[in-house]
């Protein structure tokens, strides 16, 4: 009996051990949970994050980098990026200051994917618009050696398309260690250069926006020369071409071009004056770090990832 007892004893304590040990584990858990549920509520928004940020982690467009494409309904102010496609932006300014663009059209909007404009033209030569002091033939900058001084904030996740992503200057862009290469990644609103088979068809003539989803396998096949800044909504909104590939088939379905000019020679009472978020700042590390753990009280999962396209690039009138 007593050894009967004591296996009782020795038995019921063990159990209790146990029982005590899954009590105080589950305590534990719902104790993590708890400290993560608070702390998820408790992180800053963006939103927040971007009103207590100091002047200095702004910094204005470039006047010679910043261009104004006038359409009827309003203006698009797209930014060039000549540390990524310096050949590229030299010829577009000098396309810009001949009048190339001016009066040519929006010749295809292609759902979720790309808006484009060119001469209407192109494909007749007796009518195509000619080039008159920018280069007609251009070597291709997929990507560039890039520069060590060049402030690079890279993010923390993996992306199936470059060994590092991250943004400079504020520009998405990827990067590849081994090679020292960098190029511009095709995120919303990146302009690219249309060009045919050959890699050095695109001179510039014919420009496209991404209106849609992140064409991403674009990348390194397609010179990103810069992004819009402000008015996508006049280039995401046009009427969907009906034909392949988006493009329109009528002339009367075509968005005229008013004009494309340069920042820095229009009056500066007539500049569109924008800042743009640094992205070699701790703030906009804060943004990024918000957006990939959001918090508050409608987010129930934070994903703990984000992809580059998805980081926000935040855009103001200056102050």
């Known amino acids: ?180 290469m960098a190029w511009l990644a095709h995120c919303y609103g990146a302009i690219g250069v249309a060009r045919g088979n050959e890699s050095n068809s695109g001179d510039g003539t014919s420009l496209y926006v991404v209106t849609g989803n992140a064409p991403r396998h674009l990348d390194r096949n397609i010179t990103v020369v810069g992004r819009v800044m402000q008015g996508m909504e006049l280039l995401s909104s046009l009427p969907r071409g009906t034909g392949a590939l988006g493009f329109y088939e009528k002339p009367e379905q075509m968005t005229a071009i008013k004009s494309i000019r340069i920042a820095a020679d229009v009056p500066e009472a007539e500049r569109s004056k924008l800042e743009v978020l640094r992205t070699d700042t701790a703030t906009f590390k804060a943004v990024v770090e918000a957006q990939r753990n959001r918090g508050g009280d409608w987010y129930k999962v934070a994903a703990g990832y984000i992809e580059l396209c998805n980081v926000p690039l935040p855009v103001r009138a200056q102050k």
């Open 1 to 180: 009996m007593s050894v009967q007892f004591a296996d009782a004893r020795f038995h019921f304590s063990t159990f209790s051990c146990v029982f005590s040990s899954l009590l105080l584990s589950g305590l534990l858990v719902s104790g993590v949970a708890v400290a993560k549920e608070v702390s998820r509520k408790n992180k800053p928004a963006m939103a927040d994050i971007i009103k207590a940020s100091a002047a200095a982690d702004w910094r204005a467009l470039i006047p010679e980098n910043t261009l104004y494409l006038e359409l009827e309904k309003g203006r698009v102010v797209m930014e060039l990026a000549p540390d990524f496609a310096p050949k590229h932006a030299i010829n577009i300014r000098a396309l810009v200051r001949e009048g190339y663009y001016d009066g040519l059209a929006i010749v295809r909007s292609q759902d979720n994917y790309v808006a484009q404009w060119a001469d209407p033209e192109d494909e007749n030569p007796a009518k195509k618009r000619e080039v008159k002091t920018a280069r007609k033939n251009l070597d291709a900058e997929f990507s560039i050696k890039y520069a060590k001084e060049l402030p690079f904030t890279r993010l923390p996740d993996i992306d199936g398309y470059a060994p590092q992503v991250g943004h400079a200057n504020g520009f998405a862009a990827g990067r590849d260690p081994k090679t020292g």
